[in-house]
């Protein structure tokens, strides 16, 4: 770590230890524990941080629930890359001034992707001034010092910085799985594709020091951890701008050698800077998971050009079919999205061509969204909505027959299962992941949570199965 990242940390993790005896103060006026609760918009990076600001809630002492309505601290944090994502949250401010209303002393407050827009803060500022607190993704290490503030009786706590180098480590966390993990490995991204708001809202991209990313692992683990996900918006280009540090396949390579550690995954994976070397990695360690997020975006030369992607179709069609061939069993899933401005039918007939190509196992597709900043969102061929949902109607059938396709494979066949949790259908069934990323629910009881155990896939269900533990 960095001198300055250093003394951060133990300015912080003092106004951690402050906040005890700062929610005493207020939970002895009130006569009853406090209670606070984390909803979480966005990604898996989102998620994490989640994690670690339930964790410095409940070291604060604070009582964590589940819903928003009735907490006494909620804590928003908000993602930003669709326009849908932001209305949800809306929605949500809505429902906290209503009930502020009722019970003036709740606090609110707003973290996380979206205010790191300037639009949306001052909107959040003007027109939500009900909100106690606002951070964004650069100043989230402070929440100790804010949280602070707030309970020594400061509000209209507005803080947002532009940019950030800082890396704080070691802050409490409270993890949602006791079993798995994800890990951030880097934070931020360089990539600018033009229809993205992400690197507008990380800033640049940062890797932490591999050290330190072993030695959280190896901490994890000791504490019961089975499973960790790796996390960054491009995880192969780990270790860029910091001098003599590893690649990414070296990286997991190191995981891979922490002994109690079963099962490694990693997101996300742009095919632009997919190496041999990683390929080779994934296919000597059996730890690894057999699953590849690998997004593709689009099939067509010409709009990945114009999202400024880095390859083309037959590049991508490629490289996912000796993944495949070198990988045997391994899971490609993607993300796709319609209606980039001035994309026609002839467009999407080229990413049908690489749903047939490469038959991802899964795939997640999104109608493009204008994000304000963005190179694309001032463009003037923007697509009628009329032929998006005709776009978006095409490419949802295809990845769907492939997905089904790709699924029957497995059927009847044995593999380990991650048991993950309670079935929230069945009573008396359990669910759990494979190594492949998929699902599966069979009869078992609870407290195989968090194990690992063979299950039989007796039947395919489209995306998921109903198996039998053997
Ligand atoms: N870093 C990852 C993606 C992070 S965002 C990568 O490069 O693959 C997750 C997904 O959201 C993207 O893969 C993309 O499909 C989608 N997305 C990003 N910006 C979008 C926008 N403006 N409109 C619709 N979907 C978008
Ligand atoms: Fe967005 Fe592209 Fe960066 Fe992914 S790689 S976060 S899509 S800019
Ligand atoms: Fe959303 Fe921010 Fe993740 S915009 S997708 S929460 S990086």
């Not at 006791?178 to 951030?184: L, R």
């Not at 708001?197 to 901490?219: F, L, N, Q, T, W």
């Not at 996300?268 to 990695?281: E, F, G, Q």
Request: net charge negative; glycine share 6%.
């Amino acid at each position: 770590m960095k001198e300055s990242d250093i003394k951060e940390t133990q300015l912080q993790t003092e106004h951690i230890n402050e906040l005890p005896s700062l929610l005493n103060k207020v939970q002895n006026e009130k006569k009853r524990v406090l209670t606070a609760s984390v909803i979480t918009f966005g990604c898996q990076m989102n998620a994490r941080d989640s994690e670690k600001l339930a964790g410095i809630l409940s070291s604060a002492g604070f009582k964590l629930l589940e819903d928003d309505e009735d907490a006494d601290f909620v804590l928003y944090n908000t993602c930003t890359v669709r326009d849908n994502a932001n209305r949800k949250l809306y929605g949500h401010l809505g429902e906290a001034h209503a009930s502020k209303k009722k019970n003036p002393d709740k606090l609110v407050a707003v973290c996380g992707c979206l205010p790191q827009e300037p639009e949306a803060f001052e909107i959040l500022k003007k027109k939500y001034s009900f909100i106690d607190l606002i951070f964004g993704t650069h100043n989230i290490y402070a929440f100790p010092e804010y949280l602070c503030r707030l309970l020594s009786g400061e509000r209209h706590i507005y803080e947002i910085m532009d940019a950030t180098d800082r890396i704080v480590e070691d802050l409490p966390v409270l993890r949602k799985y006791p079993f798995k993990s994800g890990v951030n490995i880097m934070f931020g991204c360089n990539n600018f594709c033009t229809y993205c708001i992400v690197p507008y809202v990380r800033g640049r991209e940062r890797s932490r020091e591999s050290a330190d990313i072993i030695k959280e692992i190896e901490g994890l683990v000791s504490s019961g951890v089975k499973e960790v996900m790796l996390l960054g918006q491009n995880v192969n280009s780990y270790g860029n701008g910091i001098e003599g540090e590893i690649s990414f396949p070296e990286l997991l390579k190191r995981v891979c050698d922490i002994k109690e550690i079963e099962r490694v995954r990693f997101m996300t994976s742009h095919p632009k800077d997919l190496s041999d070397d990683l390929i080779k990695v994934i296919r000597d360690n059996t730890k690894i998971c057999r699953h590849l997020h690998l997004p593709l975006q689009s099939g067509s030369t010409r709009i990945l050009k114009e999202m400024n992607r880095h390859y083309s179709k037959e590049q991508f069609i490629d490289l996912a079919l000796k993944i495949r061939s070198e990988i045997p069993g391994i899971a490609i899933t993607t993300d796709i999205m319609v209606g980039f401005p001035s994309e026609t039918m002839a467009d999407i007939e080229d990413t049908l061509d690489v749903i047939r190509k490469v038959e991802f196992d899964n795939a997640f597709t999104f109608i493009y969204s204008k994000r304000m900043g963005t190179p694309a969102a001032v463009r003037d061929d923007q697509v009628s909505e009329e032929n998006v949902k005709m776009y978006f109607d095409s490419v949802l059938a295809c990845v769907q027959e492939y997905a089904k396709k790709r699924a029957l494979v497995w059927q009847g066949k044995t593999f380990d299962a991650l048991v993950e949790e309670e079935d929230s259908s069945t009573k008396g069934y359990v669910t759990g992941r494979l190594s492949n990323n998929m699902l599966v629910h069979f009869a078992g009881d609870k407290d195989l949570i968090g194990s690992i155990v063979p299950v039989k896939l007796d039947e395919c269900r489209g995306f998921y199965y109903i198996g039998s533990k053997v």
